[in-house]
């Protein structure tokens, strides 16, 4: 859907991009991620043209932008800021507007449409005529979604969407954002230096440094399999979490001792991953949990101990590192 | 004038007509300026908020227009476009620029940068991300621009009554050389209150809500152009000649008053500065001016004095005025000043004036040359008895009175000097004598008749035409009043005179103020 193809950037004598090339399929999320100054915003901001790349190429479903009006190619990219940039002057339901509007839409149309994504963003329609400055932070964050995704993009870039939001804000907007079916539709690029936020929403993650790709894969290769230091590293501290994120109980499945209990309660599939299991041990105190594996019919019986134990076996069968 | 105490109410009562004219081309002025400057100051300004490298240039250019002293900007515009409306209207344009190219590029540079980039990652255009965004979120900080440079424009436009242009100035300059209060006050007070009602307008108009910028935008050039519209409303007459006339003049009974009561003038009058007067006379932007009979711009530029054949113009002998106080603790000072009386004869004066209004030479210089030429230079004594301080009205002559007595009382006395050239009017001047402010300054018999004494219509009429008794009675009258003292008249008399350029007489046959009447009532 999207490819970029040994893209360089330069600002004077300073290289911001340096040949980096990657490619991003339909309806997935791509992660650029890795410290401030790596040139991941850069990159994204040669996505739709907001910076223009010094060398290289980069194609939308095959079509340079380059070789394309930046005004029109912008109005088929959704945009999402960090610090939202919607217009003060405009209220709710103008800003949500203002892309349909580029391009004409009928009165009727973009109305229908504006209510509709309030209502997906769980946004009252009490807001419609409210001003930006009148929002809580979330609340601004959502019109921000609500106007890039207004036009019905098939791409959509964010730029550290979620960047300015307090963790409670954060993490419940993460679930409404993994939740929204619209957006599972959508191609979608975006930029953060949150690891933890990268391993959540991202199918796939390219993580940057001075300028070059220095790993690109899905998150569990970026945990088990790091290309270089800098890799192990940049994700060094939340390194627990983030393995007990990534590994699901079937990877720990032969580990598991057999359990046979019939009955719905306490009852896991094992396409859980191992956080969320161990949440919901602690969570509601419990000593065992029954486990399902649908497409081997398999049941398991879990505790917090077998759980640490598979883990750590499963660890130390990994096949590097 | 009346010599019954009027009262400011009155006053304006009375001048309500030239109140509204003035009023309405104070406003007129203000508007027209305003409106050019918001034309051109805000695509300046939008122009170099998009290329910030022009910023330096632009500004730096606006900002050094705006500290040319308004006078000497006005000054300039005169080779250029003459005098009246043009040169007034391009002074103000030329204020009004800064502020508003300043606030546009600190409106838009200031839009938040995240709005801007959501502007154009949208899918705006430069013109639509502009429209849309940028102009209507820098709106608030633009219209304090433009309320900055009104309030700017009210002020300056005072001093447009310089180059003829009207006015409220008109009565502030004129009630300055007249020494009459309530008409500075007409004229001052009329455009302080349209001052702070623009300011106000315009802060109701910042304050509106961004809903009603877009209405805000459209309605500022509407309004603009209806108020500068009222600038041509007055101006709707005119006669074949235009006189020029001070502001002084105007409101003399030896001036404009005593021209259309005693003549019956009626004439197509503006006010103007003496300082352009003569030039534009000479230009022929002007047909008739109010002159002074020893000025030396006479000469350079062949202007004819029309005979004063009803004598309304009383002797204007000048002589040293000083305070009795003064004469009492420098007791050579009169003595000193004294050794001029008699010593410049009209034909003197105008030649010491030529060289210091037309060929530009320092008074100081004139001033010297003068003195050794009439065997009374003496070297400095560096005196250290007290300082006499020196007053002088802002012509050449009285510039160069001032350097002949300072020179005369460093050589003669053991005193010292200071000078206090300058001084912008008769009212002023004398102000500051009676206010101890300076020791003595040179006046002419005719102003303290008129404008000081403000002497009873009677006792006008039987002084106008003998020197002597003129003298004589504003002597007495000052020591009297004031405790002033006039000493010996230096000795030529340097009166009001009209003047018209010597060929255009010719070809009018015109030679006295009655001829200019018929050929007006005829043609």
Redesign the interface.
Known sequence: MIKVQNVSKSFGNTDAVDNISFEVRAEENLILLGPSGCGKTTTLKMI?S?IKPSAGTILINGKDVMQQPS??????IG?V??????????TVAQNIA??PQ?LRWEKKRIQKRVSELLEKLHLSAIYLHA?PHELSGGQQQRVGLA?ALAADPPVLLMDEPFGALDNVTRSKIHDEFKALDELKRKTIIMVTHDVQEAFELGHHICLMDKGVIVQDGVPSELLFRPASTFVKEFLKEQRLQLEFRSIQLADLWDWLPIGNNQSKINMLSADTDLWTSLERLTFNEIEIMYVVHHQKNEFKAVGFEQLMSAFYQYKKNMPHE | MNEQQQTLLNFMWQQSDKLLVQTLQHIGLTFISLFAAVLVGLPLGILIARKKELSGAVLGVAGILQTIPSIALLGFMIPLLGIGAKPAIVALFLYALLPIIRNTYTGITSVDIAVKEAAVAMGMSKWQALFKVELPLAMSIILAGIRTATVINVGVATLASYIAAGGLGEFIFGGISLNNTNMILAGAIPAALLALLFDFLLSRVQKFTFKKVGTAMKMTPVVLLLLGALYFIPSAYGSRLTAGFTPEFMGRQDGNIGLQSKYGLNIHTVVISDAVMYKAAYENQLDIISGYSTDGRLKAYNLLVLQDDKGIFPPYYAAPIVSNKALKQFPQLEKTLNLLSNKINDSIMTDLNYRVDYLHQAPEQVAKDFLIAANLWKPKNNGNAGVVRIGSKIFGEQYILANIYSMLINGYTNYGVATKTGLGGTKICFDALVNDQIDLYPEYTGTGLLAILQAPQKSIDSLIGNKDITYHYVKKEFQRRYAIKWLEPIGFNNTYALMMRQKQAQNLRIKTISDLKHYLENN
Do not use: D, E, K
């Open positions: 739709n907001l005004a029109i190619l912008r109005r088929s945009y800021l960090q610090n939202n940039g919607l217009f003060p002057h405009y203002i892309v580029l001003y106007r």
